[in-house]
């Protein structure tokens, strides 16, 4: 049996831009994602901690070193420039894998850069 567990999260991450003529997804920095080890184009959930909103879209790599967090598309609906969010992803662990995962957790400042683990 295959269980679902938190693969890692982008914590308290700053939305840096909404797009909402853009076509769906969140444009992450790549040196956030690959923090996370997140993948472009992969499922995420976007936790916003300013107003509870909780959704699904797939993730876009922007550019290293730039701190961008923009959520694009019917998404940029759902958060205004500034909100704190996390960014989480999943991975289906069977029982044995289970027993020794310990989740990636990437800490930033509010300029999304990279504060801790």
């Not at 509870?52 to 790599?61: A, L, N, S």
């Not at 969010?85 to 289906?92: N, T």
Request: charged share 20%; with cysteine.
């Amino acid at each position: 049996m295959l269980l679902e567990f938190i693969y890692s999260k982008i914590h308290r991450a700053t939305v840096t831009d909404a797009n909402l003529n853009y076509n769906g997804s969140i444009t992450i920095d790549e040196n956030l994602i690959c923090a996370a080890k997140i993948k472009e184009w992969q499922k995420v959930d976007i936790l916003n901690i300013n107003n509870g909103e909780r959704f699904q879209t797939y993730v876009i790599k922007g550019e290293a070193g730039s701190g961008k967090i923009c959520l694009n598309g019917a998404a940029a609906r759902k958060v205004q420039t500034g909100d704190k969010i996390i960014i989480v992803s999943y991975a289906h662990l069977n029982g044995d894998e289970a027993q020794n995962h310990t989740p990636t957790v990437v800490l930033v400042d509010d300029n999304n850069r990279i504060t801790g683990s």
